[in-house]
């Protein structure tokens, strides 16, 4: 998003309005707060607008929501992308998993990850933010699959290893994480999960 030019004593607006800072702070409130912890009030608050103003620039709460998701993708997906293009399937998950441990627990954002803090309690009205969170993870887990039958075939790891069940593991490992850095965990105590996870991990 560019600046916006406010037109807008309509709105609320300052003359010169930063839609990506303000993106930045909705994405932080509701990193901490899940979607629906999240009230209007304080979202409009972190981002410095009134209500009419971000209902102008970013449509509704659900809305918001989802350009904060996509925010939040632009820094933390390619870390798992990164982890898929390492050379052996040990490789991936540690990177992955390491790469997490980090992120969850950066002194300058809240700790965790949006994609679970975000739906860990959801009533019926927020179903859609639910599957759509559902969804993403899925796709990722999915991803990691392809992972790791491709290591299979390079005789990386055993052949009768099942690499759905492999991919889910690794998958609940991570969002486990998030759950416990958001709840306190520190960033030692997450390395120590992932080095449990290595010290287990298959070899051919």
């Not at 989802?66 to 040990?90: C, G, I, V, W």
């Not at 759509?132 to 075939?153: G, P, Q």
């Not at 790891?157 to 969002?175: E, I």
């Amino acid at each position: 998003m560019k600046e916006i030019s406010a037109t807008a004593r309509k709105t609320g607006r300052p003359r010169t309005f930063d839609a990506d800072n303000a993106l930045d702070k909705a994405m932080k409130v509701f990193w901490e707060k899940g979607y629906e912890g999240s009230s209007l009030p304080e979202l409009t608050e972190a981002m410095g607008m009134n209500r009419p103003s971000m209902y102008a620039v970013f449509g509704n709460k659900e809305n918001l929501f989802r350009m904060a998701l996509d925010r939040y993708a632009q820094t933390h997906d390619p870390l798992f992308h990164a982890a898929l293009k390492e050379p052996s399937a040990r490789a991936v998950v540690e990177h992955f998993l390491r790469g997490n441990a980090d992120a969850q627990t950066e002194s300058d954002n809240p700790h965790g990850c949006l994609e679970i803090n975000g739906a860990l309690v959801c009533s019926n009205d927020a179903l859609p933010i639910r599957d759509t969170l559902i969804e993403r993870r899925a796709a990722s887990e999915v991803l990691l699959r392809d992972r790791f039958e491709r290591a299979k075939l390079d005789g990386d790891l055993p052949a009768d290893s099942c690499s759905s069940q492999m991919a889910r593991y690794v998958m609940t490992v991570s969002n486990g994480m998030a759950v416990q850095a958001a709840a306190g965990a520190s960033r030692k105590q997450l390395q120590e999960v992932v080095d449990q996870v290595l010290r287990g991990w298959p070899v051919r």
